[in-house]
């Protein structure tokens, strides 16, 4: 049986981390919108819609979802797949 590629073992490394966000914002948001998709050059965004988010600062709201992917079982290496982290109340919608 052939060896895995670097690519497909970087896809899958990939998809498990967006699981792993996925599984640990639903978890902490879940009944809020939570979308983690693929961002540009392989990278993952992570929005979070949620009532949680009315009247903080972006960088209350910013600290807050850091701290679930630092408190995640995320690896650095998954971390590092983040480029975009949009923690929203739904008024900033409108």
């Given at each position: 049986m052939a060896e895995p590629s670097q690519a497909t073992l970087a896809k899958q490394s990939?998809?498990?981390?967006?699981?792993?966000i996925a599984q640990a914002f639903r978890?902490?948001?879940p009944t809020d919108t939570?979308?983690?998709?693929?961002g540009y050059q392989?990278?993952?965004h992570v929005v979070v819609v949620s009532r949680r988010f009315d009247g903080?600062?972006?960088s209350d709201k910013q600290d807050l979802v850091w701290q679930l992917i630092d408190e995640s079982d995320l690896t650095?290496?998954?971390k590092s797949?983040?480029?975009l982290v949009m923690p929203l109340s739904?008024?900033?919608l409108k």
């Open positions: 990939r998809e498990q981390a967006k699981r792993t978890a902490e948001f939570v979308d983690v998709s693929d392989d990278n993952l903080l600062s972006e650095e290496d998954g797949l983040i480029s739904p008024s900033e």
